[in-house]
């Protein structure tokens, strides 16, 4: 059996391994701009399948992992930072509130597709501009949606979670575990 997983993240592929040993791993490149009033939740939901699907047209054999994650504040997206000043802004909006991490993951042989997604609530402390600054000065925002990594230093912000520490991360590993080894 062969796997593949649409992905180029460390994390996401540090994660699989837990799951499935021996992976290959084809990033799928897609066009990921928001149609105009798609909510966040169908918006995850068809980037995971548009992945999966971009490289299930190339391997019809092999089941293929797509995924993809976005944090929602306030009812909006917030993506990768572009720039220092976005992330600045994204931490800024996040400081002492709570917000959603959306994760949907799809699992795509051929025809046969499962897709499931996971809404964790995050609240995070009141954060001072210092620690923003030094946090971003790290790198570790810059190739993470919301602008932090839970399971990095940015795990030092967060005051609760209720949902799945792994579906942050960017991975349901339990419930793809479900799928392929339940």
């Not at 062969?2 to 799951?19: F, G, M, N």
Request: hydrophobic share 40%.
């Amino acid at each position: 059996m062969t796997y593949i997983l649409a992905s180029a993240s460390p994390r996401r592929q540090e994660l699989l391994q837990r799951v499935v040993p021996q992976f290959e791993v084809h990033p799928a490149d897609i066009d990921e701009t928001p149609i105009d009033n798609e909510q966040a939740h169908d918006y995850v939901e068809r980037l995971a399948r548009a992945k999966a699907q971009a490289i299930v047209g190339i391997n019809q054999e092999a089941w293929v992992i797509g995924c993809d994650t976005v944090v929602v504040v306030d009812g909006q997206i917030l993506g990768k930072p572009v720039s220092t000043s976005d992330a600045v802004a994204m931490l800024t909006a996040l400081s002492g509130r709570t917000h959603q991490v959306m994760t949907s993951v799809v699992l795509q042989q051929g025809t046969d597709c499962k897709q499931y997604t996971e809404v964790v609530e995050v609240t995070f402390y009141p954060l001072t501009n210092s620690q923003i600054m030094t946090y971003i000065d790290s790198g570790e925002p810059c190739d993470k949606a919301g602008a932090y990594g839970i399971q990095g230093m940015g795990s030092l912000f967060v005051k609760g979670i209720q949902g799945d520490f792994y579906s942050v991360v960017g991975l349901p590993i339990g419930q793809l575990n479900q799928w392929i080894n339940g």
